[in-house]
């Protein structure tokens, strides 16, 4: 039988991920195998930066982390696996996206986010919507091809007011 202190320790590593399953927006279960410590090193800094963490934590403390949040994702516990936990949806998810198209080792095996078991295909929609600052841009210039028809359009009427008014 286990020692009190190493229940102890994995009671409070059960307790750390179930806090950081409340706390994230985004969870994705990522297979790491083939990576280097370098290029796994590379990941995580590129996720700091939009807020995110990669952790490795051993599958049973992880089951039992999900099973107390009644998430089910027992299909793809097997083997080594990372986790990802971020506060946002989109930034994390692209940047994953992107590290693994240039890391062909690292696979996406699921996700949850919002509170629902999502598979990659929706994980790669995510992946696919402009981030925030895209998103702004195409908006304000959809708003200048309006002002710029309006424009347009008084300059001609001013034009033809003008002839009318010689006459």
């Known amino acids: 039988m286990a020692s009190k202190r190493i229940l102890e320790q994995k009671e409070a590593t059960v307790?750390?991920?179930?806090?950081?399953l409340d706390s994230s927006k985004t969870f994705l279960l990522l297979n790491y195998q083939g990576l280097t410590v370098s290029e796994i090193a590379e990941l995580r800094n590129s996720l700091r930066e939009v807020n995110s963490d990669v952790k490795v934590y051993k599958n049973t403390l992880m089951n039992l982390a999900l099973k107390n949040k009644?998430?089910?994702?027992?299909?793809?516990?097997s083997g080594?696996?990372?986790?990802?936990?971020?506060?946002?949806?989109?930034e994390p998810i692209k940047v994953v996206s992107k590290f693994a198209k240039e890391h062909p080792a690292?696979?996406?095996?699921?996700?949850?986010?919002?509170?629902?078991?999502v598979d990659?295909?929706?994980?790669?929609?995510?992946?696919?919507?402009?981030s925030m600052e895209g998103l702004l841009t195409m908006f304000a210039?959809?708003?200048?091809?309006?002002?710029?028809?309006?424009?347009?359009?008084l300059n001609l009427y001013a034009e033809k007011l003008e002839e009318g008014g010689n006459n």
């Open 15 to 20: 307790k750390e991920i179930t806090d950081r």
């Open 70 to 77: 009644n998430i089910k994702l027992n299909d793809y516990m």
């Open 80 to 90: 080594p696996n990372a986790y990802l936990f971020a506060d946002s949806i989109i």
């Open 106 to 117: 690292l696979e996406i095996r699921v996700g949850y986010i919002d509170n629902e078991v």
């Open 120 to 130: 990659t295909k929706i994980i790669n929609e995510y992946a696919t919507i402009p």
């Open 141 to 153: 210039g959809g708003l200048i091809e309006h002002v710029r028809n309006l424009s347009i359009g």
